[in-house]
């Protein structure tokens, strides 16, 4: 488990798990695997680059010789690449089902191929589908509403058919909505800090009912890495345990933070599906000894700090993929 290799560490949560897994001692060696799609940064590596163990591999996922060729230099994978934005499935569900299923299928099919240690198949929360009350255990019925939510559940089967048919290692954590510095601004979080910090207004859908659970990007690459280093092969792991919050407590929030008032806010009809409610029991993780650490209302002030003072990270992104004029996403 020393040489990894890690897809999607361009991408938000990527790019935090490679930083944080380049401090282990018993890392030898981090590959970056990443397309560099419009979500895909190589600045969100920083000084990460200074690192001698440190390659980067622009390429995409779905070229079967190429992942073929890194996957036999490394003994453990981390999959984070992914189409990851709900709205563009509405638009785009074809790239989604490319990127998150066959994408997946051909990492995994290598993986088994060159026997790595182990296959950690990062998803979300959302392929259980809206819970009006309780939480899903990871066995609950995989229920996704979304062309997004889809292609993650289908890939959480092709990476778990790795397991049953071949014995690959492989473990799916799932985790719930990740916020903190580096997203991009498509996202809600950092899509209402940079509108509010231009001055500009904020869109809710329908009442702005939408209830998700908010975790701090640090607290679920911990917990994959927790996952790496100790799940047992062929399980899902749950990892949440942030802050529940409807999506107009959520603007409350970033409006007090950003010194905004509510006649920002303007509210729109609903997008053609939206979950009313996602919520995970997170104790299996847990007993491997998870815990998140970050406090949601200071998480959410740090964030907020980050977009104010990378001004130059995010001005671009609004302008070269149109964010600033669609409305938000949860
Ligand atoms: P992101 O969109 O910020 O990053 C995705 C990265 O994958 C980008 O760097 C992009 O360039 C790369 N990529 C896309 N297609 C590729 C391809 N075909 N080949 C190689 N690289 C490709 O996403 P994120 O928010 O960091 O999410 C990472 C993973 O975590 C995804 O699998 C997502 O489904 C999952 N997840 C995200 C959240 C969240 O709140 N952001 C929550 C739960 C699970």
Redesign the pocket.
Known sequence: MNKLLV??????????FVRRILDADDVEKVTV?????????TA?LGQAFLSPKLDFVQ?????AELVDRLVRQHTAVV???????VDRSFSTAG?FL???VH?TQILADAAMRHSVDRFV??????VYGPLLEGAATEDYPLRPTVP?AAS?AA?DLVALSYWHTYGAPVCV???????GP???PE?IIPRFVTRLLRGEPVTLHDRGQHVRNW?H?ED?CAGIELVLRHGTPGEVYN?GGGTDMSSRDLTGELLRICGADWDQVTYILDRLSNDLRYAMDWSKVAALGYQPTHDFAAGLVETATWYRHNRDRWAPLTRASGTALEPQHV
Do not use: M, P, W
């Open positions: 897809t999607g560490g361009a991408g938000f949560i990527g790019s935090h695997l990443d397309a560099l799609t419009y979500a895909g940064h969100n390429g995409n996922i779905c070229d999959h984070f690449a992914a189409e990851s934005h790239t490319a990127t998150n994408g198949h990062v998803s979300t929360d959302e997004y993650k890939s954590t799932r985790s719930s909505n990740n916020y580096c997203q991009h996202k975790l990007v679920n990892i």
